[in-house]
């Protein structure tokens, strides 16, 4: 739990553009093709992202998926009410088996969490395994750091914008959009 609080407690000053990421990824839900009823965050954190989802979109049901507990019970603290519209799932999505059982989702997001599968050569599994989960005409939104200028150093851990790109495609999207590049982050949208 110590742990957990120290990243709550630092994450938004130290990249304070994660709040304008997350009024982007609520207004591309908002503006999606097919009406999103259920969400799924993989790698969700104190629940920034879905304070801010849950508050834009009161017609979304969402499922918070993270392997730490202690993330978990921070997130339920700062949803209070709103956390009547989530369900918690621990879990990591670096096990392959990750998407057992939680069913289908008109959007999967995730911010800042990519890169926790602790080499980029994963992120095409990932990225394929949200796929399966999607509802036809679903909406996948990945924001992630980036490596190269403006951007992180370790070209192990991080993908440049391209390798992000070619990660997506790889997977079996076809429709990508770059919907945001600030502070060493960048946001896609994928069909």
């Known amino acids: 739990m110590t742990d957990a609080r120290e990243w709550e407690s630092t994450a938004l000053s ?13 207004e591309a839900i908002a503006s999606a093709r097919v009406p999103v009823h259920r969400v799924l965050e993989l790698g969700s954190g104190p629940g920034f992202l879905a ?21 978990h019970q921070l997130a339920a603290q700062r949803l209070g009410a709103l956390g009547s519209r989530v ?25 800042q969490a990519v890169h926790e599968l602790r080499h980029k050569d994963h992120a095409r599994a990932l990225h394929a395994q ?15 750091h980036f ?10 851990l991080f993908m440049s914008i391209d390798e992000q790109r070619a990660a997506l495609l790889d997977a079996g999207f076809a429709a990508l959009e770059q919907l945001m590049l600030e502070g060493g982050l960048v946001l896609h949208s994928a069909r």
Not at 130 to 144: E, H, I, M, N, S
Not at 147 to 156: A, C, H, L, Y
Request: glycine letters at 8%; proline letters at 6%.
């Open 14 to 26: 130290k990249r304070p553009c994660r709040t304008a990421f997350f009024a982007q990824f609520a």
């Open 51 to 71: 304070e801010q989802l849950l508050r834009t979109l009161p017609a979304i049901a969402y499922v918070a998926l993270d392997f730490s507990p202690a993330m």
């Open 87 to 111: 369900q918690f799932v621990e879990r990591s999505f670096r096990a392959s088996t990750w998407p057992q059982g939680l069913g289908r989702f008109e959007c999967v997001v995730t911010h």
């Open 130 to 144: 949200a796929r399966q989960v999607l509802a036809p005409g679903g909406l996948y939104l990945v924001c992630d």
């Open 147 to 156: 490596v190269g200028e403006g951007g992180m150093k370790n070209d192990q």
